[in-house]
């Protein structure tokens, strides 16, 4: 497993909606060093800050060294965690609203706006919040 802070490792920030990207990332690379719940346990935590790894060692799990329910314990405490990233209508008009107060000149300018409006505008209209004409 690479080390907490390489370029190369997972980290958690206490980002209730990077929660399960950041389970995704660990559990790949857990899997791929064959890693056991017990190593799992131990070895998670290494990659949140101090909080919240004092905060996840007195969960449910983490005594027994029981990764599944480790990390039921830990969803369990991030409300709507399990609904991953999520945007509002105001993330959107954001995103246009600065983009507005700066020309794109070049491809590689208007490249960027598209990788920030998409994403935002493809949620939005899958969730229901926007219509597809509105995007």
């Known amino acids: ?5 390489s370029n190369k490792a997972p980290s958690f920030n206490g ?20 890693l ?5 346990c131990k ?8 909080l919240t790894k004092r905060f996840w ?6 005594e027994s060294k029981d990764y599944t329910v480790f990390k039921k314990s830990i969803l369990a405490k991030y409300p ?3 609904r991953g990233l999520q945007y509002t ?10 983009s507005a107060n700066s020309e794109i000149t070049t491809e590689t300018e208007l490249h960027q706006y ?3 409006f998409h994403p935002i505008a493809v949620w939005l209209e899958t969730n229901s919040k926007i219509s597809a004409r509105e995007r």
């Open 57 to 62: 060692v007195t969960l449910t799990g983490y």
């Open 36 to 40: 056991t719940d017990e190593q799992k």
């Open 114 to 116: 598209y990788q920030q």
């Open 89 to 98: 209508i105001q993330d959107l008009e954001h995103v246009v609203l600065n």
């Open 1 to 5: 497993m690479p080390g907490p802070g």
């Open 80 to 82: 709507r965690a399990n």
């Open 43 to 50: 070895i998670i935590v290494r990659y949140t800050d101090p």
């Open 15 to 34: 980002e209730t909606s990077e929660l399960l990207e950041f389970f995704e990332i660990f559990e790949d690379l857990a899997s791929s060093c064959s």
